[in-house]
C-alpha cells in the first residue's frame, strides 16, 4: 500500500496553501508531519484523504492514479485534532459507522466492533453516547472508528493536542503498536518536535506548505538539509546567527570565535549561518568544544528538571537549555558555553554545509 | 438590599401576567358582566362562549385553516432553509455573504407591501383562498429566518464532522439526514418554532388571500359584530383559545431557544 504525490499543489483562491510537492510515504512505521500551525498539515492529509482536489499533480495509490477518486471510494481513515463522533449515535453505532455503510454482516460488523473495543478499551462504553465519555475515551473512540475500518491509509491529525499531559503520554506509547503489522499507511501530523521523535518513524518538515526534508526521524533531526528544516524540527526555537570563517576559526563576534572542526576545515573564507540548538548552550563549561559566550538575561524558564534561559547579545537573543536549575536574574550579564562540537553550519542560501 | 430581590421579578410577571389573566376570566364571562361591572373573578362563571366555538363550525373551521397553513409553511420553509443554510455554512461562493444578508432584507419590507401582488398572483393562478397560497405567501418571510436560524447552529458543528463522514464512506444525503440532522435537531426546532409563530401570528397576508375556505382564525376574530354588538366574551375565549397553540410548541423548544440566543441567532 503506497501513498505518492505527484507534483501537488493546492490552492484556495488566491492564496496557496500547497506549493508543488513530492512525497513517497513510507509503510513501515509513522510518516510524521512536523510543523507549525498553518504549515499545511492538514491540507496535505486532506489531499491524501481526497477530502480535497489538487489544483494541479496527482496521487498515486498502489500504482494507481487516485486523483480523481472521491473520499467514499478511497478506503481511507481520519482522526482529527477534535474530538469528532457523531453525537447522536452511540459508542457502538460510532465504531461501527464505517461498516454499516459498506454494508457488511451483522454478525461480522458486531465481531470486530467488539475486537477494536476490546483494543482500546472501549468495551464497557459502548452503549453510551460520545457526550457522556470523557475527552481521552472520546478519542479513544474516533481512533476506533479508524482501526476497524482496516484502511489502507489512516491519517492522523494532531489527535493528541487535545489531551491532557497524561493521556497524551499514555495514548502515544499505544499508538505505535495499535497500527503495527496492519499493512497500513500512518500519516501523523504533529507541532511537537519532541512527539516526532518519541514515535519514530519517518518525518517531513513542513514550512509554510512547503515539505522541506523527508526522511528517518533522528536523522532529519540530526542531519537537517537547511535552516529552515533545523528550526521546524528544534522546541525551544534554534539558535541561529551569522559568522565569519578566517582561516581556521569561525569568528561570531570580537569576542566570541572558536575552532573549525575536522570537516568545516576545507570551507572557503566567507559569511556562514551558523545554527545552534538551545541544549548545546549551557550554562556548564563542559571542556573542551566549549566556547563562553556571555549575555544579558531577558527571561528565565524553570521546570522541575530543566531550565531554560533567554539572553541578549548584541541584540540578538539566544536561548539555552540545560539540565537541572539555574537560576539567574533578570537583567544580569551571565556566561555560557556552546558546544561547538554540535554547532551546524548553513550557506548563506540556507543550504546545510557540513556537520 | 438583599430583602427587595424578589420584588423585581414578582412585579415584572405580574405586568407580564395580568393582560392574559385579564383575557382569560373574560372568556369565562358573558358579554353583559363585561360591559356592566369590574370584577377580578367571573361572577356568572360560563363555558358558553367555548362552546359556541367548538360547535360552530365557522369558529372551529378558522382554526383548523390555521393550523393547516401554519403546518405546511413550517414544513415547507424547514425544508427549503435546510440545504441553503448548509451551502452558506459550509461552502464559500461568489456573493454568498451579499446573498446572505439579502435574504434577510425580505424580512424588513412590512408584509402589506406584497399584499397586493400576492393577491392578483394568487388569483391569476387560481390559488386564492386556499392553504397553500398562505402557506408559501408566509416562506417570504420565514425562510430566510430558518435560513438564518440554522446557518447558526449549523456553524456551530465543526467541519470535521462532515469530513469524518465522508471518510467513513457517507454519501452527501445520508451523511445530511443520518447523521447531520440529528446532530443540529435544536436547530431545526427552533427553526420550526419560529417559522410557526410567525405564520400563526400573521395577520394581513392570511387574511387577503383568503375569503371563505380557508379563512384564518385570526380573521374570524374581526368578523365578530353581531345585530347585539360585539361579543366580547366570545372573542376572549377564541383569543384564549389562539394563545394554547404557541403556548404549547414554546414549551417543547424552550430549552433549544436558549442555545438559539447563546449563538445570537434568535
Known sequence: MTLELRNVIKRAGAETHIYETSLKLREDG????????????????????????????????????VTKVPVQKRNVSMVHQQFINYPNFSVFENIASPLRVARLPRAEIKARVGQVAELLRLSPMLDRRPSEL?????????????????????????????????????????????FRDRGCTVVYATSEPTEALLLGGHTATLNEGRITQFGETAKVYRQPMDLISAAVFSDPPINSAAVTKQGDRFVLNDRVSWRAGESQRTLSDGSYVVAIRPHHITPVDHGANAVRIDGKVLVTELSGSESVVHFEV???????????????????QASFYIDTGRCMYFGQDNERLAA | MRKATWLAPTLYILFLMLPIYWLVIMSFKTTN?????????????????????????????GYFNSLAYVLMNTVIAVTAALPAAYAFSRYRFLGDK???FWLLTNRMAPPAVFALPFFQLYSAVNLFDTHIAVALAHTLFNIPLAVWILEGFMSGVPKELDETAYVDGYPFWRFFLRIFMPTIAAGIGVAAFFCFMFSWVELLLAKTLTSVAAKPIAATMTRTASTSGYELGLLAAAGTLTIIPGAFVIYFVRNYIAKGFALGRV
Request: glycine share 8%; proline share 3%; net charge negative.
Open chain 1, 134 to 178: 470523557s475527552g481521552g475515551q472520546q478519542q479513544r473512540t474516533a481512533l476506533a472508528r479508524a482501526l476497524v475500518k482496516d484502511a489502507d491509509v489512516v491519517l492522523l491529525d494532531e489527535p493528541l493536542a487535545n489531551l491532557d499531559y497524561k493521556l497524551r503520554e499514555e495514548l502515544r506509547d499505544e499508538l505505535p503498536k495499535l
Open chain 1, 30 to 65: 509513522f510518516n510524521i508531519l512536523l510543523g507549525t500551525t498553518l504549515s499545511g498539515k492538514t491540507s496535505l492529509m486532506q489531499l491524501m484523504a481526497g477530502l480535497e482536489r489538487p489544483a494541479d499533480g496527482e496521487i498515486w495509490f498502489d500504482g494507481k492514479n
Open chain 2, 98 to 100: 451579499h446573498l446572505f
Open chain 2, 33 to 61: 358582566e363585561i360591559l356592566s361591572v369590574f370584577t377580578l373573578w367571573p361572577q356568572d362563571f360560563t363555558l358558553e362562549n367555548y362552546e359556541k366555538i367548538f360547535t360552530d363550525s365557522t369558529w372551529y373551521n
Open chain 1, 314 to 332: 548584541d541584540g540578538r537573543t539566544w536561548i539555552s537549555q540545560s539540565h537541572g536549575i539555574h537560576a539567574f536574574h533578570v537583567g544580569d
